[in-house]
């Protein structure tokens, strides 16, 4: 049962010369064998690469220079979305367009697990070019829902949210342009962390919209993901939007009593329609973060009904522009034309799916001249007002809670035809990235027939990640829903 330690547990046994870090690795290649075939979460993995880094580690301890400060992921294996650079690894983005590239450097928060003494390894499937919350926009196949193999696991990092809720590996780390780690986090019942925008580096992610997209963790509790937050954290030279603001000890902040704490509960996030069973549980939790000594303070963000507009103007619009790069002549698949013009037109028309092309005509659309004033720039002014009321409402709490989706895992297929039922999935996870704030998703119960995970969002002040990490710590250890197991773990 070594697969199902958190990362926390596993790297304290490998120091501990308890298990080694190969054994750790085995068991997780164990159990991608067992349980891939059905959860569909990894595009590739490289074993051989892994059990050498597992060696590796195993190694450094052995040789005595492996410091649990310096290296609090000893040994452990940690998987990558398909869109985060991995020298001498696959970068496909789940997408044809980039045929069979592979990278040739980390990206930053690569590097930075490497030095932690994770074992990083593994491809995990996401929508194309993380545009979908689903996973069905992958170009190569869809990932299924652990706790119930005919739903979808969320997106857009699908894959990253499915091998943690499998035990596929000990944790995962994936990007949220506008919900794609809360979002399949919820619905696969772990946690999902989006940091605020400048905590964690970006260079190596593929941009999609790059003032929305962060990188951050998948994992099984949240004294993981106070640790992997730490780890990704921190200023880079290389990306000019990291802030060099210092990096808490996000683990030094769990620390139990919720007294003194305003949280505020925004009326516009407990709407109608919602699953009835999302909003019992939502509003379960709700009190019991009070029994837990916060005080819960309804407060409004009353632009929040503009905001899946906003994304959907401005994320597009970036997109339009960060998407162009691929034009078969730098990357990956090419398809040969008389003209250069030719080779570009169908390069792109065979490389790109259906939701990609139609994200780069809608960007295109609201940049041209005549419509920009109209939707882009108007889209900019909202986010403004987006960002504004977060700002005002963090005067008087010191975080939210909402729900993190309107409903449950939903069939797959159920929304495939209907782009815009797709993108309502989005509708509470959205704002946090237009305003930049930071956000995360835990579990907080589930549904009762069929059985699936909900999950509960709390977002928090720029910076403010210590504050999330406390509330969630302290209500995840007065509930019993991080400890329930998918059938498939
Ligand atoms: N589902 C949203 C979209 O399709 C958010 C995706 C993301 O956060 N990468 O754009």
Redesign the pocket.
Known sequence: MLHRLTVSELARRIHRGEVSSREATQACLDQIARVDGQVRAYLSHDPADALAQADAADRLRASGQADPAAHPLLGVPVSLKDVIAHRGQPLGCASRILGNFVSPYDATVVHRLKAAGAVVFGRLNM?EF????STENSAFFTTLNPWDTTRIPG??SGGCAASVAAHECFASVG???????R?PAALCGVVGVKPTYGRVPRYGLTA?ASSLDQIGPFTKDIADAALMTRVLSGHDPMDSTSMPEPVPDYLAALSGSLRGLRIGLPKEYLIGGMHPEVDASVRAAVRQLESLGAEIVEVSLPHTEYAAAT?YII?PAEASANLARFDGIRYGARVDGATPMELNSRTRGRGFGPEVKRRIMLGTYVLSSGYYDAYYLRAQKVRTLIRNDFLEAFKTVDALVTPTTPAPAFKVGEKSDDPLQ??L??VFT?SC?LAGICGLSLPCGFTSDPRLPIGLQLLGKPFGESTLFRIAHAYEQSTPWHRALAPLA
């Open positions: 929508d993380a545009m979908g919350s997106g857009s990007s949220d342009t506008g919900g794609s780690i979002q999609f994304y994320a797709m993108y999935c989005d959205i990235n």
